[in-house]
Nanobody
Framework: QLQLVESGGGLVQPGGSLRLSCAVS????????VGWFRQAPGKEREGVSCISSRGGSTNSAESVKGRFTISRDNAKNTLYLQMNSLKPEDTAVYYC??????????WGKGTLVTVSS
């Protein structure tokens, strides 16, 4: 069965960096839309950065452009989010997402990122 497991979250000071990982089992990431979403306390879940089906393009939220980079390692079947220059407003639970066949969405359990001094 499909499984998405995030890791890499934690506490970091403003201006610091973290790299989130999402290990996927059950099917290959090669030709599916994949990405990261986040939900801050009291806020709606929002898209952070995604890679389109078949890896044709990437899209990122305006708030993270120039600071966050999404990537995937197809050989390892792992999705990454490199987060630099972190700000307190980046504090949220970050979720790995895969857009599967037949319109199905698959989500990880989430990993908490806290940016605080």
């Amino acid at each position: 069965q499909l499984q998405l497991v995030e890791s890499g979250g934690g506490l970091v000071q403003p201006g610091g960096s973290l790299r989130l990982s999402c290990a996927v089992s059950g099917f290959s990431l090669d030709y599916y839309a994949v990405g990261w979403f986040r939900q801050a306390p009291g806020k709606e879940r929002e898209g952070v950065s995604c890679i389109s089906s078949r890896g044709g393009s990437t899209n990122s939220a305006e708030s993270v452009k120039g600071r966050f980079t999404i990537s995937r390692d197809n050989a390892k079947n792992t999705l990454y989010l490199q987060m630099n220059s972190l700000k307190p407003e980046d504090t949220a639970v970050y979720y790995c997402w895969v857009g599967g066949k037949n319109g199905m969405d698959y989500w990880g359990k989430g990993t908490l990122v806290t940016v605080s001094s």
